[in-house]
């Protein structure tokens, strides 16, 4: 079976660090690119950053370029978002999924195998 998990959520006080964990089990996911999205309450589904499989090329979302970095551990078989300077528009449940890497979009529609998601606050 197919499954992401995401992990590593919290909260953090303004100007704080956080590292997501998304763990594929059920698939190698080496060979897949994975995105890494958010929602907020009341808010649409946004892209934050993407890895590719081929290369390790990264895409990030203009909200989150110079804090967020994405990277990938193949032998444990995950994907990490480390996050830095956050805000408190950060705030949002955070998903990962595998799709297709684009360079300059990242489009939940057209993404799969969604985990349950992991919860960032960002509040003092």
């Known amino acids: 079976q197919v499954q992401l998990v995401e992990s590593g959520g919290g909260l953090v006080q303004p100007g704080g660090s956080l590292r997501l964990s998304c763990a594929a089990s059920?698939?190698?996911?080496?060979?897949?690119?994975i995105g890494w999205f958010r929602q907020a309450p009341g808010k649409e589904r946004e892209g934050v950053s993407c890895?590719?499989?081929?290369?390790?090329?990264?895409y990030y979302a203009d909200s989150v370029k110079g804090r967020f970095t994405i990277s990938r551990d193949n032998a444990k078989n995950t994907v990490y978002l480390q996050m830095h300077s956050l805000k408190p528009e950060d705030t949002a449940l955070y998903y990962c999924?595998?799709?297709?890497?684009?360079?300059?979009?990242?489009?939940?529609?057209?993404?799969?195998?969604w985990g349950q998601g992991t919860q960032v606050t960002v509040s003092s």
């Open positions: 999924a595998t799709g297709p890497f684009r360079r300059s979009t990242l489009l939940h529609d057209e993404f799969d195998h």
């Open positions: 059920g698939f190698t996911l080496e060979y897949y690119a």
């Open positions: 890895i590719s499989a081929s290369d390790g090329s990264t």
